[in-house]
């Protein structure tokens, strides 16, 4: 039954690849998984991990990304999906569920749980979505100590430990006094790099800056910080929308689409609801959905049946 109801790729071999990826001067790819069966069609397509995204996983559960999700739930619903995937899976960890002792819990729940890395956040809890005003920092020797915890812990030397900073999206709202960046003097690209390289110390493998605005922002972080560096390329936000093979070219090394899956599904619900509410029948988006013979393939339903026709003995019948 390995690759059939479970992935075929260890969760070692995973990590060897994330890791190898990374160094691999081809950006990888990973879009935002919102359930194991959107991971599969990820893997199906052929891109070269799974993202999981906490504004995505809380807005599915109808909360706001703010830092309500806990360690436990985060883990559970990673686990799923990184189960039926041979993609390494990179989760969105927040701020580590607590102090440093809890980020370091949240590398070994990780692990248990099959995942190939996991980012961890400089902001201050309760958190803010990253394109969000209003977010505050934690000083720069209280993430170091939250990534030296995290890097500790981790037992597989592959898992993937990324160290996100918020500090490049904040600028003068430094002033606030929430956070260090005021007292240093600098705000924006300057302070974040500052960090990156602070936390490059500390152990982070791979970089991840939040809320830079255009391609120069994106070269200028790039030409300052050694270690790899991860891009974030969600719609409506405060980056430019920029292509993997241009963010290729400026020598990043991974490129995640955290919450395009989530929007893609849920316009797609809201304009079907719309049409059954106001005709009383979903024909008109017929041509709009999945077919039913298209989800039994990305299920693999067949394979199922071969395996052993005595327990799965059902047909596949219909076009839709």
Do not use: W
Not at 69 to 95: F, K, N, Y
Request: charged content about 20%; proline content about 3%; some cysteine.
């Amino acid at each position: 039954m390995t690759g059939l109801i479970a992935a075929s790729t260890s969760a070692a071999d995973k990590r060897v690849a994330f890791r190898a990826g990374l160094t691999s001067g081809k950006i990888q790819r990973l879009p935002g998984a919102i359930n194991p069966l959107t991971a599969k069609l990820i893997q199906a397509i052929g891109f070269e991990g799974v993202y999981i995204s906490g504004g995505a996983f809380s807005a599915g559960l109808g909360l706001p990304d703010i830092g309500l999700t806990t360690l436990t739930e985060v883990v559970a619903h990673s686990r799923q999906i990184a189960g039926v995937t041979d993609l390494p899976v990179l989760i969105d960890a927040d701020t580590g569920f607590g102090e440093p002792m809890s980020a370091a819990r949240t590398v070994l729940a990780a692990e248990d749980a099959g995942i190939a890395g996991l980012h961890l956040e400089d902001q201050v809890n309760p958190k803010r979505c990253g394109h969000l005003d209003g977010k505050a920092i934690v000083p720069t020797d209280e993430m170091v100590r939250r990534l030296r915890a995290a890097v500790t812990a981790r037992r597989d030397p592959n898992f993937v430990i990324c160290a996100r900073t918020d500090a490049a999206g904040i600028g003068d709202m430094a002033a606030s006094g929430r956070g260090d960046m005021a007292a240093s003097g600098k705000v924006g690209i300057d302070a974040a790099i500052e960090r990156a390289k602070a936390y490059a110390d500390a152990g982070a493998d791979l970089i991840f800056t939040e809320a830079l605005h255009t391609e120069a922002d994106f070269a200028k972080f790039r030409a300052a910080v050694d270690i790899p560096l991860l891009a974030n390329m969600t719609e409506f936000g405060k980056s430019q929308l920029i292509p993997a093979q241009t963010l290729e070219d400026i020598g990043y090394n991974a490129v995640i689409y955290p919450v395009t899956t989530l929007r893609l599904a849920m316009g797609a619900i809201e304009r079907g609801l719309r049409e059954i509410h106001a005709t009383g029948t979903q024909e008109g988006q017929l041509d709009q959905m999945q077919t039913r013979s298209r989800l039994y393939e990305l299920l693999e339903y067949e394979r199922y049946n071969e395996f052993d026709s005595g327990v799965f003995n059902f047909t596949l019948g219909g076009n839709q």
